[in-house]
């Protein structure tokens, strides 16, 4: 059983470096932590960094959670291994380059790269945005699954995640209190399918939907509240098409010991108990 502790960062390749660190600050709101050669580091609270775009294809993503112990990450390999995911040992450099002391690489069964780090490093600056989006942090992410029964069993049987909600057979999945941090999504293949950062209230989510709209971001989704963390949301598209949200007011799950996951519909009403629309051509007819 891999214990994960948290969710890092996202590493997104892009063939706009500027361009996707111009979205990143003016918009999105994240601080520059360091410029490095063909690599970005961008901020969203107190660790080191939450998210790297650097020069490369932008079907090259990958997300890393954090491991609690060093011997976790020795165990998680050996499972892994067995299960028939070849595991990868980031070398030295490659250590540098995510700002963690190790880790290690796999693809999940949809084919996503998902990394395993041990002692990611954290700031010892505050983080403050040069746009004031309101984010208190980086959250979770939205993954896309070829196969979700399938891989509801991989990570709930593999790693510590459980079962919060599902929407349809989509399960949102959480590793510790907090509703989820991994949202399981339907898709043909691998990606990261958005990313969120957490805001103060809703009204960042409602002046950053003013502030976005008037600058022609395109929206996806919201604003809008899930029926299912109860979190009040905005979705929106940044550079090479990817989709990052901002929330508020998720649900913590404290008493693991009675909660039951619930089911949802895969239909509007299942995303949005405001009557948003997510932009999916289904639900748009
Ligand atoms: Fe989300």
Redesign the pocket.
Known sequence: MITLADVSYVRLGTRDLEGAARFATEYLGLDVAERAKGAIYFKSDAREHTLCYFEGDPGDQAVCFEVEQHADLDAAAAQLERLGHPVQHGTHEEADLRKVHEFISFKDPTGNWIELAWRPAHSGKRYHGQRDAGITGF????LCSSDLVRDEAFWTSVTNARVSDRIGDAPLLRIDEVH?TI?MFPSNGPGIQ?I?HQVESSDDIMRSYHFLRDRQVKMVFGPGR?PT?S?K?L?FEGPEGMVF?Y?SGVREIADELIYRERQFPFEPKGFCKWGAKPAIAEFNK
């Open positions: 959250s979770h992410i939205g989820h949202a958005h969120n899930h963390s979190a949301f979705y949200e929330s």
